[in-house]
């Protein structure tokens, strides 16, 4: 997030300020009421079927140790009436199965799967091929996907979809290289330190920490983030001090802490977004780029952050981008058109969320701003921004190239917002964004409160519990909200991870029975944070949340 110049200290210069807007609206009593545009189309309703038939590789970048083991196409082929990117019109039986496709995949004519048999509605089907027919090269390759459908006694009809597939040649030596497993979206590194080890799933936690001031003025704060098992720091630019900044790093890396690298004040500016990616690319602690920070807040020009992620990918090429978007629908698609891991920080917490303290003015879809942009003022805005942000990665087909993270709010007395969240308001925030898919929190900002900070910690000690289920490209997810108690489970094999937050300031319970298949009796408890097993039941604090597995 970024602090926005308050209203006392814009008064004085509202004489010669020119009308300031916030996701394209006007914000200050004496602007006017101007719809701000930008908003992401409702996808039109076809009365006919129609195949949205999508390709994309399993994992980003494969590398050249990857061609002795199979690679993945993972193929979508939904059927749906809404005019979702690339959907065609399609012939389907009035009655009984629908049946499968034929699928053909190729490079430059070169056929990588062929046959592969997919049913029809399906997603993430994944089928194998070969690398070893490619040369790894910078570019990533074009592929072509096919589908053919031939229910018995009916004409073939035949749909085409395209994909990118990255395989690149070794990095340069001691760059690291951080993979999106694009059956789940996780991430996959090797440890931070640089000395070997093997690709594991990492599902970031940790803060935008404070630099200047803060752990510029004090390395052990690096050793202290990591002990407290965070296992992400994002630190917040500027970073005027280099030399500061080169031994921040090297303790990350001496300590084995992921950095995820902020260039918001920069990233706009080509030649110093070059100098600095240039600087911090070979360090084996980078885990990924941050480019726009709340760059629809601020109306940044719409292509800014694509001619970012294309200069970083020349550059690099290795570590994925991210950004955060706060704005509920602006210009939503271009800007995340330039990202791999697009997040969203909605800060609901204690503001007044229809009433503007700041400017004194309503908040509309088309007016004001009151710190949380089109929100209803609870923490579901939290997991409605998710879901939203969800379907339009799925109506755009990105729902597999692109991650989404959330941005729990970590702070408060401030600007909009009175109160300073509880600590287990905290991770009731993170597991909710987890339960809507989330694959990373990183919460704005450290240091924080010791509530804040200890809850945090308690959810990173969790992590490893978590990230085998989550990150599992087998788990079977399902979304269950019971009153106020949001749940998601994921199953791998005959274990479930349940993990639950109780989103009401009052004790709740989850009864385990309401969902088929659950059984409490051996339950492991691996997050606590306010809830327990009782019989069949997850017992709720107020904001309590929990994680167990069954099974
Ligand atoms: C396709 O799958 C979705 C989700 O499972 C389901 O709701 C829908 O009815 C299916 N469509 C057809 C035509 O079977
Ligand atoms: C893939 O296609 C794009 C757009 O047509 C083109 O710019 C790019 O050069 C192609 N990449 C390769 C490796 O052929
Ligand atoms: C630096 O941070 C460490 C770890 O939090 C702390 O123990 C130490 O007191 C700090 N030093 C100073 C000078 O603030
Ligand atoms: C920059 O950081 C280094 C290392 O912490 C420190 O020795 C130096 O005094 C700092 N320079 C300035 C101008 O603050
Ligand atoms: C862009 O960054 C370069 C390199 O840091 C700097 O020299 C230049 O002044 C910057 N340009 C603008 C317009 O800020
Ligand atoms: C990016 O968009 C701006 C307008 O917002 C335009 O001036 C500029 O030429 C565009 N840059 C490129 C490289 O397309
Ligand atoms: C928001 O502020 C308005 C105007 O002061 C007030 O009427 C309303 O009750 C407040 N809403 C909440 C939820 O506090
Ligand atoms: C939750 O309820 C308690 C007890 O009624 C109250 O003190 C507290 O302010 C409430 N917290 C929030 C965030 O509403």
């Known amino acids: ?102 699928v053909t995949v190729s490079v430059d004519g070169h056929e990588l799967v062929t046959g592969g048999v997919v049913p029809l509605n399906a997603t993430k089907v994944e089928l194998p091929f070969s690398l070893a027919g490619l040369k790894p090269q910078k570019a990533a ?13 009916a004409k073939a009809q035949t749909f085409k979809s395209t994909a990118a597939l990255s395989f690149l040649p070794d990095p340069p030596a001691g760059r690291s290289v951080t993979k999106m497993d694009l059956r789940t979206g996780a991430l996959l590194a090797k440890p931070a330190t640089g000395k070997g080890g093997s690709y594991e799933p990492v599902l970031p936690t940790g803060f935008y920490t404070n630099f200047d001031g803060y752990l510029a003025s004090n390395i052990s704060l690096v050793d202290q983030i990591k002990a407290e098992g965070f296992t992400v720091l994002h630190p917040i630019p500027t970073f005027d001090n280099l030399t500061a900044l080169a031994e921040v790093v090297q303790r990350m890396e001496e300590v084995g802490i992921y950095l995820m690298y902020d260039m918001r004040w920069i990233y706009m500016n080509l030649t110093g977004l070059a100098e600095e990616v240039n600087r ?17 807040g601020t109306s940044d020009p719409l292509n800014a952050t694509t001619l970012a992620y294309d200069l970083i990918y020349e550059l690099d090429g290795y570590h994925p981008v991210s950004l955060v978007l706060n704005c509920q ?23 007044n969320v229809t009433w503007s303290v700041e400017w004194d003015t309503p908040c509309t879809p088309d007016y004001g701003d009151c710190g949380c942009d089109n929100c209803k003022g609870s923490l579901q805005d939290i997991s409605d921004r998710l879901d939203e942000f969800a379907f339009r990665l799925w109506v755009n087909g990105w729902d597999r190239t692109k991650a989404m993270w ?20 905290w991770v009731a925030q993170s597991v909710l964004s987890i339960n809507h898919g989330a694959l990373g929190v990183v919460s704005w900002a450290a240091p924080t409160t010791d509530d804040i900070t200890n809850s945090a910690s308690v959810l990173a000690g969790s992590l490893s519990a978590l990230t085998q289920y989550i990150a599992s490209p087998g788990a079977e997810f399902q979304h ?27 004790s709740a319970a989850f009864d385990l029975g309401s969902v088929r298949g659950l059984e409490a009796a051996g339950a492991r408890q691996v997050l606590d944070s306010g809830a327990s097993i009782q019989g069949q039941k997850v017992v709720f604090e107020p904001t309590g949340s929990g994680g167990f597995v069954l099974g």
């Open 480 to 506: 269950v909200l019971a009153g106020q108690v949001d749940v998601g489970l994921w199953t791998v094999g005959a274990k479930t991870l349940v993990l639950a937050t109780n989103l009401a300031n009052e």
């Open 280 to 296: 911090i690319k070979d360090s084996p602690a980078l885990l990924l780029w941050y480019t726009g920070d709340e760059p629809d």
């Open 406 to 425: 959330g941005v729990p709010q970590g702070f408060g007395a401030a600007e909009y917002w009175p109160e300073i969240p509880t600590g287990k308001q």
């Open 141 to 153: 390759f074009n592929v072509s996907c096919s589908a053919t459908y031939a229910p018995l006694g």
């Open 329 to 351: 629908d602006y210009f939503w698609t271009e800007y995340t058109a330039g990202t791999d891991i697009v997040m969203e920080d909605v800060y609901s917490i204690s503001n």
């Open 1 to 102: 997030m970024q602090i926005r110049p308050a209203a006392v200290l814009l008064g004085a210069f509202l004489g010669s300020v020119s009308a300031q807007t916030w996701c394209g609206k006007n914000y200050m009593a004496s602007s006017p009421v101007v719809p701000p545009g930008g908003q992401f189309p409702v996808p039109a309703v076809s009365s006919k079927p129609l195949l949205a038939f999508r390709c994309a590789p399993a994992i980003k970048p494969y590398l050249p140790e990857d061609v002795s083991s199979p690679a993945g196409i993972l193929i979508d082929t939904f059927v749906t009436n809404s005019e979702i990117a690339g959907a065609e019109p399609i012939d389907i039986p009035a009655l009984g199965e629908l049946g499968e496709v034929l």
